[in-house]
């Protein structure tokens, strides 16, 4: 099969969607490959990193779309790119159609069959393509909630750690899952005393296991909640309810319980945040201020470190994509469920009930 990657061309957007490790493979089990010219610059991989394993490296998008059997991306085709797009290609990549009524539409009348990397799932119902961004996002929080503590940005001048004879930062995790745990563990590497709060008894079993040593967890009830913030230097905002907007469980009446430049890092931002005064901001310009309160909400932190999500994500994509391009889609969506489940479009049919159902389209 040939594979195709071309450059992504969303704005501020670095990551790529083909590591040259994975075009290895890829070759390595018979296929060709072609990347668009650039297309791992963002991620620091010179097109001479791809043609060191075999690959093509061809000018422009337009032949990539034009050649390539199985298209694979980062992120949703872009309305120049869906133009290029054509029946029976394959096309693997985030397409998060839910919320894209143009998006999905082009893509049914462009006949392709395209397969989301986030509604793919795995054995426990989890979403392995979501996960290592989710990962990321969490190793991340501590790093820029600890910038955003420093008082030349508006925080309250205290270090993660401490010093010797003075006490460390207090962080308060709200939601243990993928990136309340890496959140956490980072925190508390860093050596601030660190809680997480979750609804889940489950979940605080498991967490309480494995990291009794590193921090502490908390049921999440108002209560709890409510005074822990308090006596937060920062506050990490990691809740998923799946399917649904992020409960709003910092109100602005609490900022005025909180500290004098405490941080709070909402990275639910993606999902509306759950901080009542979260708004999305970018990485130019990542903080804001709220009574006294400093707001870091970038809805897209992983694209901060393009180069170590990109990898993390290409891990993730590789058995999925190899599976793709060894058997063709239909086979290999008939032997993997899971990746099945990634099905959102073919030859003009919608295949997602959510996505069907949110945009009123039969499946
Ligand atoms: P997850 O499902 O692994 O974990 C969510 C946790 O929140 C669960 O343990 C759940 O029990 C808990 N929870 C739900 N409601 C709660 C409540 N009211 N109080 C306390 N805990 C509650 O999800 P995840 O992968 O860790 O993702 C968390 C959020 O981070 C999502 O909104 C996701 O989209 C977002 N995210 C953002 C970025 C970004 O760049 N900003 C990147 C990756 C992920």
């Known amino acids: 099969m040939l594979i195709g990657c071309p450059r992504e061309i969303k ?3 670095y990551r790529v969607g083909l590591t040259p490790r994975a075009a290895g493979e890829a070759i390595a089990h018979g296929h060709s490959v072609i990347v668009e010219a650039g297309a791992g610059a ?5 097109d001479d990193d791809y043609r060191a394993v075999g690959a093509e490296v061809v000018a422009t998008a337009g032949e990539v779309f034009a050649r390539a059997d199985l298209i694979v991306k980062v992120k ?3 309305a120049v790119e869906r133009k ?3 029946e029976g290609q394959i096309l693997f990549t985030y397409l998060h159609l839910a919320p894209d009524p143009a998006q999905t539409q082009d893509l049914l009348a462009s006949g392709v069959t395209a397969i989301a990397y986030e509604t793919v799932t795995d054995r426990d119902g989890r979403l392995p393509l979501l996960a290592p961004m989710s990962e990321v996002a969490g190793k991340l929080a501590p790093q820029v909630g600890a910038w955003t503590l420093q008082k030349a940005n508006g925080g309250r001048g205290v270090l993660m750690g401490g010093v010797p004879g003075v006490r460390p930062a207090n962080v308060v995790v709200i939601g243990g899952g993928v990136v309340g745990t890496q959140a956490a563990r980072v925190a508390a590497g860093m050596g601030a005393e660190v809680t997480v709060l979750d609804m889940s008894l489950a979940r605080l079993r498991q967490l309480d296991d494995a990291f009794r ?7 999440a009830s108002a209560g709890l909640t409510a005074e822990l913030v308090a006596g937060a230097d920062m506050v990490i905002g990691a809740v998923l309810v799946p399917g649904a907007a992020a409960p709003k469980i910092v109100t602005r009446a609490m900022l005025a319980t909180m500290k004098p430049g405490a941080a709070l890092v909402d990275v639910a931002i993606d999902q509306g945040g759950c901080f009542e005064t979260s708004r999305p901001t970018t990485h130019e310009d990542p903080i804001y201020e709220v009574d006294g309160i400093m707001h870091y909400c970038v809805a897209n932190m992983p694209g901060a470190v393009a180069r170590t999500s990109t990898l993390a994500l290409g891990n993730a994509t590789l058995p999925f994509l190899l599976a793709l391009a060894d058997k063709g889609w239909r086979q290999a969506c008939e032997d993997d469920p899971y990746l099945l489940e990634g099905l959102n479009v073919h030859a003009g049919h919608l295949t997602q009930y959510a996505v ?8």
Do not use: C, H, K, N
């Open 42 to 46: 963002g991620s620091g991989f010179p």
């Open 213 to 219: 040593t590193e921090f502490r967890t908390g049921f």
């Open 11 to 13: 704005p501020q957007e």
């Open 84 to 86: 290029m797009l054509r």
């Open 356 to 363: 069907g159902e949110a945009l009123e389209i039969d499946v």
């Open 76 to 78: 949703e085709p872009q």
